[in-house]
């Protein structure tokens, strides 16, 4: 093997161990899903108690956000992973022995530091390391694992739901019989603790060190990660780009707002934005609910969520194929079009819906709901999805209709459900190999050294904030305005990100970090 290909394994090598950060937050961040339902019962929780369990994590990522940057920039990137590694593991502990909702929910809130550290240190970590030909791909990695980490959880819960229904020695012995849920949140404690002690074998980030006045220490890094490169050379741009810039000023939020940043802040915030507020996680977090609009049922809902993480998984593969080929501009303007069309599509699907009940439609509902009113209504046509919502509620009572939305909406919807799983798809295909991983790329490549932890702090907080809120907003929204306004809005937005996309996005492959702020910061 030559030097180049042996440099370059080493650094894959050092990113896949980096990226097991983004597995841990995909993990932590979905495996929640499979718990809900037991806790309710165990705990006896409100709806809103449930909420709060599910999102209280994204909350305090948000805020780990805000720190954790700083920290990284204080006391190099590899301490603070390892504290987020340390988080993870404690956090799977202490979720899996919670004796309490209190204390699940505090459990769940450590890890949440931990996802909001991993989430922005393990890009730019990586970044830090990779020679500019193959930053993207190095730095998809993680966007990879965060993926792979969602799909896991959901084959581990699955796996461990199959095992508690047996009756086998080792399943009852281990408890997992009596404690499924316990044992799905604490499985995460072994990937935790590999994490843990993989990270005392990757090197500091050699750009770091050199911020911190440690060039000999940085330089034998370089030499080692890029043999055929000068060291001596990279060094000096490093130190190039860090010149004229007191440390004092590197911590100051305000300096983010200085005139010269002006174009990489608002790319920045645009796709930080444009990420979250294009749905990506509404789909995520409520796909079977989404699915059950379309009137197919729960089990075929909970198989089609299934067809998501393939998806989402199949076409990180495509970006990281394409990113530091096609570049990240075109991979954007692809992507982000392709969102527009999909969410179109999606939203036409529901706005052509009918909404009525024939006599043939009777079989998928049971008997209690066969009211004499409901029978009265039989034939009825409604006027669009909100209108047969609100008429079989009326008819049926709120507590009747909620405990059997999934087969009223079965019984009277008529509408194209190819259309809607073909676009669900498309959209989660569109974002998987566009705003999902090039997002983080450009985090890791727009902002100068000398601020870079700051600014990534600054711009994960955003993606994250406005995370929580589409999250937060979603179910009230579908019942509201109803699934296609819904998903117009989705739509809109990412046309207008289009449009800053076109207008402002410069493109970044193939360019070291320093060329990049020599071009970007002006
Ligand atoms: C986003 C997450 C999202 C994930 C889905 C990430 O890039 O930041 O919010 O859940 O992609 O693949």
């Given at each position: 093997m030559n030097d180049h290909s042996q440099s370059s394994l080493l650094i894959t090598k050092i990113a896949l161990i980096v990226a097991l950060g983004g597995f841990l937050m995909g993990f932590d961040a979905s495996v929640i899903s499979g718990v809900i339902k037991f806790i309710e019962l165990e705990f006896a929780l409100t709806k809103i108690q449930i909420g709060w369990a599910v999102s209280s994590l994204s909350l305090v990522a948000t805020f780990a956000m805000l720190v954790s940057g700083p920290l990284s920039d204080r006391f190099g990137r590899k301490p603070v992973l390892k504290v987020a590694a340390l988080l993870f593991l404690i956090s799977a502990i202490a979720s899996a022995f919670?004796?309490?909702?209190?204390?699940?929910?505090?459990?769940?809130?450590?890890?949440?530091?931990?996802?909001?550290?991993?989430?922005?240190?393990?890009?730019?970590?990586?970044?830090?390391m990779s020679p500019a030909k193959i930053r993207g791909r190095m730095v998809?990695?993680?966007?990879?694992?965060?993926?792979?980490?969602?799909?896991?959880?959901f084959f581990s819960n699955y796996l461990i739901l199959q095992w508690s229904q047996e009756n086998t020695g080792w399943i009852s012995s281990l408890g997992i019989?009596?404690?499924?849920?316990?044992?799905?949140?604490?499985?995460?404690?072994?990937?935790?603790?590999?994490?843990?002690?993989?990270?005392?074998?990757?090197?500091?980030?050699?750009?770091?060190?050199?911020?911190?006045?440690?060039?000999?220490?940085?330089?034998?890094?370089?030499?080692?990660?890029?043999?055929?490169?000068?060291?001596?050379?990279d060094i000096a741009d490093i130190e190039n780009s860090l010149k004229d810039v007191s440390g004092a000023k590197a911590n100051k939020l305000s300096e983010l707002f200085n005139s010269k940043m002006k174009l990489v802040m608002i790319v920045g915030i645009s796709i930080a934005v444009l990420q979250q507020i294009t749905g990506i996680n509404a789909v995520f977090f409520y796909a079977p609910m989404i699915f059950?609009?379309?009137g197919i049922g729960t089990d075929a809902a909970f198989m089609q969520a299934v067809a998501v993480g393939l998806v989402n998984l199949v076409?990180?593969?495509?970006?990281?194929?394409?990113?530091?080929?096609?570049?990240?501009?075109?991979?954007?303007?692809?992507?982000?079009?392709?969102?527009?069309?999909?969410m179109l599509s999606l939203s036409h699907g529901f706005y052509s819906a009918r909404y009525q009940i024939t006599q043939q439609d009777l079989v998928h509902l049971s008997d209690e709901v066969k009211t004499p009113q409901l029978m009265a209504a039989v034939d009825k046509a409604f006027d669009g999805e909100l209108a047969y919502k609100a008429g079989l509620r009326e008819i049926l009572g709120n507590d009747l209709y909620q405990a059997n939305e999934s087969s009223i909406l079965k019984a009277g919807i008529k509408m194209n459900q190819t259309q809607v799983l073909v676009s669900i798809l498309a959209f989660v295909a569109?974002?998987?190999?566009?705003?999902?991983?090039?997002?983080?790329?450009?985090?890791?490549?727009?902002?100068?050294?000398?601020?870079?932890?700051?600014?990534?702090s600054f711009v994960g907080l955003v993606?994250?904030?406005?995370?929580?809120?589409?999250?937060?907003?979603?179910?009230?929204?579908?019942?509201?305005?109803?699934?296609?306004?819904?998903?117009?809005?989705?739509?809109?937005?990412?046309?207008?990100?289009?449009?800053?996309?076109?207008?402002?996005?410069?493109?970044?492959?193939?360019?070291s970090l320093e060329e990049l702020e020599h071009i970007l910061v002006k």
């Open positions: 919670a004796s309490s909702y209190t204390m699940l929910v505090a459990a769940r809130m450590l890890g949440g530091l931990g996802v909001g550290a991993a989430l922005i240190i393990a890009p730019m970590y990586i970044a830090e998809s990695m993680n966007q990879l694992n965060i993926v792979i980490g969602i799909s896991v959880a019989d009596q404690h499924n849920w316990r044992w799905m949140l604490g499985v995460e404690a072994i990937p935790a603790l590999f994490y843990l002690i993989f990270l005392y074998i990757v090197p500091e980030s050699p750009r770091w060190l050199v911020m911190q006045g440690r060039q000999s220490e940085a330089k034998a890094i370089l030499q080692t990660l890029q043999p055929n490169n000068d060291a001596e050379a059950e609009q379309s076409f990180t593969f495509v970006a990281i194929y394409l990113i530091d080929k096609l570049g990240r501009r075109q991979l954007l303007v692809y992507g982000v079009s392709g969102i527009v069309l999909a569109c974002f998987a190999f566009s705003l999902g991983p090039v997002m983080w790329v450009l985090f890791s490549e727009l902002f100068p050294n000398y601020i870079r932890g700051l600014a990534i993606n994250s904030g406005v995370s929580f809120g589409v999250q937060f907003i979603f179910p009230w929204e579908l019942a509201t305005i109803g699934s296609a306004a819904t998903f117009f809005i989705f739509g809109v937005f990412a046309a207008v990100g289009l449009l800053i996309i076109l207008k402002y996005l410069p493109e970044t492959k193939g360019k």
